[in-house]
T-cell receptor, first 115, second 113 residues
């Protein structure tokens, strides 16, 4: 079975500061990993995905994530936070082959950005 | 990319009634899924909507409560039956599109009173 743990249900940063959202996974096979963002009263938008190509994955809106197998981590970062980044972020892992697309989500991290 | 349209976007329903949510995709996709997001919670997979056959349900979800149809490669419905306030959630449709990117609809926000 696979699982995802997001460390920190709430993260608060100042505008212009580094954003770091933590995600650790558990999987018996090399995983496919995703980060999604959910703005208030909206659905989910894909930020980026790791599918066993480059370990450093660049996504939309200046976000990137690095897959570290030794640490079973896939942390999301952004060098400089913007007010518009305030949202809830979800890390998710997918099964492979016939299970691809069936996502297991972490509990989510709410990002607050202060002026 | 894939554009997913869900209807209704929001609804308020009386307990004991049923509601059918529609998911329409702008391209043919092989895999479609339904998720539930309870208030303040993360997303949980309800089932895989299989084209031409019965849906595959995850542990804790049953067909009698959440019947699913998938008549073709672009459309699926999820019915929430005999609703109670505990069914108040966001229900989201998800697809695997070309390039193996997984997209979500905007969700159907259901309140049961």
């Amino acid at each position: 079975a696979q699982s995802v743990t997001q460390l920190g249900s709430h993260v608060s940063v100042s505008e212009g500061a580094l954003v770091l959202l933590r995600c650790n996974y558990s999987s018996s096979v090399p995983p496919y990993l995703f980060w999604y963002v959910q703005y208030p009263n909206q659905g989910l938008q894909l930020l980026l995905k790791y599918t066993s190509a480059a370990t450093l994955v660049k996504g939309i809106n200046g976000f990137e994530a690095e897959f570290k197998k030794s640490e079973t981590s896939f942390h999301l970062t952004k060098p400089s936070a913007h007010m518009s980044d305030a949202a809830e972020y979800f890390c998710a892992v997918s099964g492979k082959s016939t299970s691809y697309g069936k996502l297991t989500f972490g509990q989510g991290t709410i990002l607050t950005v202060h002026p | 990319s894939a554009v997913i349209s869900q209807k209704p976007s929001r609804d308020i329903c009386q307990r004991g009634t049923s509601l059918t949510i529609q998911c329409q995709v702008d391209s043919q996709v092989t895999m479609m899924f339904w998720y539930r997001q309870q208030p303040g919670q993360s997303l949980t997979l309800i089932a895989t909507a299989n084209q031409g056959s019965e849906a595959t349900y995850e542990s804790g979800f049953v067909i009698d409560k959440f019947p699913i149809s998938r008549p073709n490669l672009t459309f699926s419905t999820l019915t929430v039956s005999n609703m109670s306030p505990e069914d108040s959630s966001i229900y989201l449709c998800s697809v695997v599109a070309v390039g193996n990117t997984i997209y979500f609809g905007e969700g159907s926000w259901l309140t049961v009173v």
